[in-house]
């Protein structure tokens, strides 16, 4: 079974065998455009390019006979839109989750447009990732690409309707644009409204389970597969992590942090949050997702590397190791709560909890007794107090109590940051074996899609765990004084992160 995972910066394709092993795997890149503050966009035929070498370099490396494969299942990045003519060629770049180009727009729906109301069946805070916001600033503000365009689509539809041409989106996927009422499973006529659009602009709506064969000939020689193999349609990428790292049960937490991170748990009805923290997305029609995206994870480590660890980093090089090792070993010798230095991550605006994106980063209690050690264990404590904070709004909407946190990502390799995850949470923390999450989720689901296993429950047999952390109590004690003033300086300072963040959208390009 072959898992394709198309993410932000790259495309992971995983062939697994039935019993879990990984036989065969392939990334590959490319580029993110972002010519300015608030345009992060990619190139829809470059995604498509690294799909198709994905695929065939698996099926290539693995010797397997195409007939052996018994299906391929897909898991996307969320939000993105890309508008299509009436010649099924894009009129836009893909614009991505993280492309602020419609700030405007998601103001004045949340401001003037009802926009609370729409997140509360929508499942999708109000916000410029959200395709919702795209379309309507696409719609209102640039009639000379809106005039022309037949679809606004996702990167999963664009792909789709070159292997079959056909524009399908999945259950999971309509249910993060912020336009598809959860409770109906159609698309809402407010939000398509607020959109300036109809139904006919968007794809057919279809189940994440849904099964569809007859790839064109000439693309299922190129990928080096049969016509007749069966295509998973899947979900997103986040929804498809919790399976992959066996987070499907009441009470059980998943925590990802890559680039930027997330945290997530499995429901068995669609619920959304009267304060708006929180999304609701659909896995199937008997598993919703809830839980909040961060912006800042693991980019922040890497912003520390960058600017301020030029020494570290040469260090690191000539001991042949991590420059992030180095980094979190540094950090490690500084007390939980860094001496009273608190790091707020938010260098590219932030998603959940406060789903701003004017929200600036910060050190607050910054003395002339911290150094640099402080500054970096602040900024890691500082992802993962954000991430608590999301937690808090998740635990208010869930039915029962945490039970386990399963956590994945790049950030899973560092002892510091695992044990800090712990500490923060004051909650055990286990690490699934499984670092292709998403792919392996993806899978599972097709096995279940083609009825090939009754229920989610197999991964358990799929994957081991690697580590698990318990709380230090001494280090909880510490945590629990601090983040109280973290949550309460967020807060406070909306004001003043809108007034800093117009100063910088003003002279942006003179710096």
Not at 209 to 220: F, I, P, S, W, Y
Not at 235 to 258: C, F, M, P, Q, R
Not at 441 to 452: M, N, P, V
Request: net charge negative.
């Amino acid at each position: 079974m072959l898992g394709v995972d198309v993410g932000t910066t790259s495309t992971k394709a995983v062939l697994f065998r039935e019993t879990g092993e990984i036989i065969a795997q392939e990334n590959n890149g490319y580029q993110l455009y972002t010519p300015n503050v608030s345009t992060a966009e990619q190139d829809p035929e470059e995604i498509f390019d690294a799909v198709v070498r994905s695929i065939q370099n698996v099926m290539n490396k693995s010797k397997i006979d195409p007939k052996d494969l018994s299906f391929l299942s897909f898991s996307t990045a969320m939000h993105g839109v890309i508008a299509m003519d009436e010649f099924d060629k894009p009129l836009t770049r893909c614009i991505t989750w993280a492309d602020n180009q419609s700030e405007e727009w998601a103001k004045k729906i949340k401001r003037e447009l009802n926009g609370h109301e729409i997140y509360l069946r929508t499942g999708t805070p109000i916000h410029p990732m959200s395709p919702l916001s795209k379309i309507a600033w696409l719609t209102h503000d640039r009639p000379e690409i809106a005039s022309k365009t037949k679809k606004y689509i996702g990167i999963k539809e664009y792909l789709f309707h070159k292997f079959f041409g056909e524009y399908v989106v999945d259950h999971s996927l309509a249910s993060s644009m912020g336009l598809l009422n959860l409770k109906k499973l159609d698309w809402d006529e407010e939000a398509l409204e607020v959109a300036g659009i109809t139904a006919d602009n968007l794809s057919t709506l279809v189940s994440t389970t849904k099964v569809m064969t007859g790839c064109h000939q000439n693309l299922a020689q190129e990928l080096g597969i049969l016509e007749t193999t069966p295509f998973v349609l899947g979900a997103s990428d986040g929804v498809l992590s919790n399976i992959g790292v066996n987070a499907i049960k009441g009470g059980e937490v998943a925590i990802t942090i890559g680039t930027s991170g997330a945290i997530r748990t499995v429901i068995p009805k669609p619920q959304t949050d009267p304060k708006g923290r929180i999304f609701c997305y659909a896995l199937t029609e008997n598993h919703w997702v809830i839980g909040g995206p961060v912006n800042n994870g693991g980019m922040i480590l890497r912003w520390i590397r960058d600017e301020f660890a030029a020494s570290e980093v040469e260090t690191a090089k000539r001991l042949g190791i991590d420059p992030y090792e180095v980094l979190t070993r540094i950090a490690s010798r500084v007390r939980p709560g860094a001496n009273g230095l608190l790091f707020h991550p938010f260098l590219s605006g932030e998603r959940a909890p406060l789903w701003n994106s004017d929200v600036r980063g910060s050190f607050f209690g910054l003395t002339l007794s911290h150094k640099k050690e402080h500054m970096v264990r602040a900024a890691l404590e500082g992802v993962i107090f954000n991430l608590y904070s999301v937690y808090l709004a998740l635990v208010e909407a869930m039915d029962e109590p945490v039970t386990s946190i399963k956590a994945t990502g790049g950030f899973a390799r560092s002892d510091v940051w695992r044990q800090m995850m712990a500490d923060i949470f004051d909650q055990k923390v286990i690490i699934p074996e499984s670092y292709e999450s998403s792919c392996l989720g993806a899978c599972i689901l097709g096995l279940y899609g083609l009825g090939k296993i009754e229920d989610f429950d197999v991964v358990e047999q799929l994957i081991g765990q690697t580590h698990e952390h318990k709380p230090n109590p001494d280090h909880v004690k510490e945590y629990r004084k601090l983040m109280p003033i973290f949550i309460n300086v967020a807060r406070t300072l909306e004001k003043e992160y809108e007034q800093i963040a117009m100063y910088q959208r003003s002279i942006d390009g003179e710096f």
